[in-house]
T-cell receptor, first 112, second 115 residues
C-alpha cells in the first residue's frame, strides 16, 4: 500500500488546457516535494513545500500543501507539450528520518 | 542548483558478475545519500540510506550483502550489485542531501541490464 496516493494515474489533455494532479495521504508530512521525471532520467525537483496551507507558483505551475500537511496538489495552467512527463509527489517525515515516500506517479501527456 | 551525477549511465553485464555504480554530488557536500530502484512504469522504491563514514541502513527486504553501499566521502557514494542476476535488471537512481530535512537532489540514473 502506497503511503501517498496520487490521482489520476494517467492524464492526456490538449495543449492549452488546464490540469490538476492530486497527492493524498492519511499521514502528516514534514515536507512534500514534487518532481518531474522524463523517460530514462532521474526525477527533477520542481518544488518543496513545508508549511500547511502553503501555495507556491512556478510560472504556469501552482503547488498547494494542505492545511493539515496530509495532501498536496499540482495545477498546470495552459499546458504545453513540454509539460509532458511523469509527475511524482514525495513526502518526508521527521519520524522516519526524512526518508522520502513516493507516490505512484501521474503520467501527463499534452497533445499539440 | 545542486547537481548529482551517476556513472555509468547504463551497463550490460553477464549473470554472476558484480557491477559498481557511482553517485557524486558535484557542487555541495552530501552528508546523506539514498539509493532507489525503479521498475518500468513504477515509482521509486528506496533501497538504502547512507551517511558519510557510517554503515548504510537498508530498507526491509533489501539484501545488504547483495547491494553493497559505501559512502566514503561527502561527495561520493557507491552501490555494488554483487553476483548480479537478470532479476536485478532495473533503473537505479541515487539522491543526495545535506542531511535532515534538506531537499534530496537526484542523479540521472543508471540502467542495469543483466543477461
Amino acid at each position: 500500500t502506497q503511503l501517498l496516493e496520487q490521482s489520476p494515474q494517467f492524464l492526456s489533455i490538449q495543449e492549452g488546457e488546464n490540469l490538476t494532479v492530486y497527492c493524498n495521504s492519511s499521514s502528516v508530512f514534514s515536507s512534500l516535494q514534487w518532481y518531474r521525471q522524463e523517460p530514462g532520467e532521474g526525477p527533477v525537483l520542481l518544488v518543496t513545500v513545508v508549511t500547511g496551507g502553503e501555495v507556491k507558483k512556478l510560472k504556469r505551475l501552482t503547488f498547494q500543501f494542505g492545511d493539515a500537511r496530509k495532501d498536496s496538489s499540482l495545477h498546470i495552467t495552459a499546458a504545453q507539450p513540454g509539460d509532458t512527463g511523469l509527475y511524482l509527489c514525495a513526502g518526508g517525515r521527521r519520524s522516519n528520518d526524512y526518508k522520502l515516500s513516493f507516490g505512484a506517479g501521474t503520467t501527463v501527456t499534452v497533445r499539440a | 542548483g545542486a547537481v548529482v551525477s551517476q556513472h555509468p549511465s547504463w551497463v550490460i553485464c553477464k549473470s554472476g558478475t558484480s557491477v559498481k555504480i557511482e553517485c557524486r554530488s558535484l557542487d555541495f557536500q552530501a552528508t546523506t545519500m539514498f539509493w532507489y530502484r525503479q521498475f518500468p512504469k513504477q515509482s521509486l522504491m528506496l533501497m538504502a540510506t547512507s551517511n558519510e563514514g557510517s554503515k548504510a541502513t537498508y530498507e526491509q527486504g533489501v539484501e545488504k550483502d547483495k547491494f553493497l553501499i559505501n559512502h566514503a566521502s561527502l561527495t561520493l557514494s557507491t552501490l555494488t550489485v554483487t553476483s548480479a542476476h537478470p532479476e536485478d535488471s532495473s533503473f537505479y537512481i541515487c539522491s543526495a542531501s545535506s542531511g535532515g530535512w534538506e531537499t534530496q537532489y537526484f542523479g540521472p540514473g543508471t540502467r542495469l541490464l543483466v543477461l
